[in-house]
């Protein structure tokens, strides 16, 4: 009997050691302390012990008792202690938001246009935004004292070689003459510069996409049914647009369009647009007598306004969080 206490004894003594967690010390409970459990257990057998033996018998298995209690006792105060300096979670507090990212309006706009005209058979090119007078002027057909030209419209980068920030998408197309024979039919979209004050629809940084189509026998009707059917299929058939001849020195005859802007009585022009002028072909190296084209321009930033229903264009550069993140 006294070899089965030292043996229990031990074994509590071991068990205690690696008790880690407060289901492990449950079981522990469980084991020895409980009614059935092994230290209670040998109090049963203590009828069994002779006479003389009873009473060291009896003292030495009080012992293991108040012993291994103690033990039970210190590691729950142990684990309570710990679980008291655990910071509790309040689920009351509301939630953090992430906030992802999305494309920006413009780019948004960008894309949606591209996709529209690449149905149409369109293809995409781009060209620098550097560019040098001879594309961005010269060839387009501008005379040399055409106010354009001047300071108060041009980013100029080197005044002697005529380096300019180009100031439409326009040099584009006759890059492309340069480099393409006809049929030509390409989209160019990019970022052109004015130097220009800002309102609430101009400013001195924004993009175009222009668009180029040569061919034989190209009609004004046919760029007038392009535009319209662009128009409605980027807003939808409730668009309310209106085209009024206009003035470039790149395109004869010339037109713009404007679009009612959604819920106001006020047009916005979004796109210029004309048959390509018959010097801008030479310039290009296209046989004026043989092909025909036209050519549009439209200003991205106020398609997106349109498409947003933004009234002030510098909104789209603000980077207000809670304007950006509606589209
Ligand atoms: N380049 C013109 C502008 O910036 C737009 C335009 C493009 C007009 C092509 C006619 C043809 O205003």
């Not at 993009?207 to 180029?212: S, V």
């Not at 404007?258 to 022009?269: L, Q």
């Not at 296209?286 to 933004?310: C, H, N, P, Q, V």
């Amino acid at each position: 009997m006294i070899d089965e206490i030292k043996e229990i004894n031990n074994l509590i003594l071991k068990e205690s050691k690696s008790i880690g967690t407060k289901d492990e010390l449950e079981s522990f409970k469980m084991k020895f302390l409980v009614k059935k459990g092994l230290v209670q257990s040998l109090f049963l057998k203590m009828k069994d012990v002779p006479k003389e033996d009873k009473k060291d018998v009896g003292l030495l298995l009080n012992k293991l008792k108040q012993d291994s209690e103690s033990i039970y006792k210190e590691l729950e105060e142990k684990f309570q202690e710990e679980e008291a300096n655990t910071p509790s979670i309040d689920l009351t507090l509301p939630g953090r938001n992430s906030n992802i990212g999305t494309q920006h309006p413009v780019t948004q706009t960008i894309d949606m246009m591209i996709e529209i005209f690449k149905d149409m058979g369109f293809a995409v090119a781009e060209g620098p935004d550097i560019e040098d007078g001879y594309h961005n002027f010269d060839a387009l057909n501008f005379p040399h004292d055409h106010p354009a030209r001047d300071m108060q419209d041009t980013f100029f980068i080197q005044s002697d070689k005529e380096l300019v920030l180009r100031t439409h998408t326009s040099p584009v197309q006759i890059r492309m003459m340069e480099n393409m024979k006809p049929p030509i039919k390409t989209i160019m979209p990019g970022r052109v510069y004015r130097n220009e004050s800002l309102d609430a629809t101009h400013l001195a940084e924004f993009h175009q996409i222009e668009g180029l189509y040569i061919d034989e026998n190209v009609s004004m009707a046919e760029l007038k049914a392009m535009m319209m059917t662009f128009a409605k299929k980027l807003y939808g058939d409730n668009l309310e647009f209106r085209f009024r001849p206009s003035f470039f020195p790149f395109t004869e005859p010339s037109a713009e369009m404007d679009i009612r802007r959604p819920g106001t009585t006020k047009w916005m022009e979004v796109v210029g647009c004309g048959m390509v002028h018959p010097n801008v072909l030479k310039s290009g190296g296209i046989d004026s007598e043989k092909y025909t084209g036209f050519a549009f321009g439209f200003g991205i930033e106020r398609i997106t306004m349109i498409r947003t229903s933004l009234d002030d264009i510098r909104a789209l550069y603000e980077n207000d969080i809670r304007v950006l993140k509606q589209f």
